[in-house]
């Protein structure tokens, strides 16, 4: 399988880099073909040209070329403000282009970009019991957007994402037991079920 993983953090040192390094060991011990795109090392520019809108890509097409490439776009960032960072919401902006992911005929079912998974590995910032404390905390329905508005809306079969609660709080033996759940998420790839969304 060739996988696509999009990653974005600021910081070497994070936990983020320590996810996606797992990722690129796990995966590629398991015989997967891998290619990163690191926004911020690449200093990606995240934002849409009136040019790529009126369909001129050249400047995307590498971008472009790997995700055509790829099985499985894997997604790794810290969630900030209840969103991806701007850097990697604006290269989904730039590469999930009309005509290439989208077009007014072609959605869910038939999404131009079906055949291909996609999954979601993040931080965020508390413990996971805050998250349950009210609804609208609800990670389910805080990643819907992405899920559902960009994966799904394309035709990419959603895989269960990975969240890591509160890195910045935990342990040496919590950060230890968070990676190897992630070991073992990554190791179950082909047995996880997508989520399902209903297109109407």
Same mark, same amino acid.
């Given at each position: 399988?060739?996988?696509?993983?999009? #990653?974005?953090?600021?910081?070497?040192?994070?936990?983020?880099?320590?996810? !996606?390094?797992?990722?690129?060991?796990?995966? $590629?011990?398991?015989?997967?073909? @891998?290619?990163?795109?690191?926004?911020?090392?690449? &200093?990606?520019?995240?934002?849409?040209?009136?040019?790529?809108?009126?369909?001129?890509?050249?400047?995307?097409?590498?971008? @472009? =070329?790997?995700? !055509? !490439?790829?099985?499985?776009?894997?997604?790794?960032?810290?969630?900030?403000? #209840?969103?991806?960072?701007?850097?990697?919401?604006?290269?989904?902006? &730039?590469?999930?282009? %009309?005509?290439?992911?989208?077009?007014?005929?072609?959605?869910?079912?038939?999404?131009?970009?079906?055949?291909?998974?996609?999954?979601? $590995?993040?931080?965020?910032?508390a413990r996971e019991d805050y998250f349950r404390q009210a609804?609208? +905390?609800?990670?389910? !329905?805080?990643? =819907?957007?992405?899920? %559902?508005?960009?994966?799904? %809306?394309?035709?990419? =079969?959603?895989?269960?994402?990975?969240?890591?609660?509160?890195?910045?709080?935990?342990?040496?033996?919590? +950060?230890?037991?968070?990676?190897?759940?992630? &070991?073992?998420?990554?190791? &179950?790839?082909? =047995?996880?079920?997508?989520? +399902?969304? $209903?297109?109407?």
């Amino acid at each position: 399988m060739n996988v696509l993983i999009i #990653y974005a953090h600021p910081n070497p040192g994070s936990f983020n880099a320590a996810l !996606r390094d797992l990722a690129v060991r796990t995966l $590629s011990q398991a015989g997967h073909s @891998i290619l990163l795109s690191d926004l911020y090392t690449m &200093r990606f520019n995240p934002v849409l040209s009136a040019q790529e809108l009126q369909g001129d890509l050249k400047d995307i097409q590498p971008e @472009i =070329e790997k995700v !055509r !490439r790829a099985d499985l776009l894997l997604f790794q960032f810290p969630d900030w403000w #209840y969103g991806m960072p701007a850097i990697m919401k604006g290269w989904i902006d &730039r590469v999930f282009a %009309y005509g290439f992911a989208y077009d007014d005929e072609h959605s869910f079912e038939n999404g131009l970009l079906r055949g291909k998974k996609a999954m979601l $590995s993040l931080t965020v910032g508390a413990r996971e019991d805050y998250f349950r404390q009210a609804p609208q +905390r609800d990670l389910v !329905r805080v990643l =819907e957007p992405i899920h %559902y508005g960009i994966f799904a %809306y394309c035709g990419l =079969e959603v895989l269960p994402p990975f969240i890591a609660y509160g890195p910045g709080e935990m342990s040496e033996a919590e +950060r230890k037991a968070t990676l190897e759940a992630f &070991r073992e998420h990554l190791k &179950r790839l082909p =047995e996880l079920e997508p989520l +399902r969304f $209903s297109s109407t």
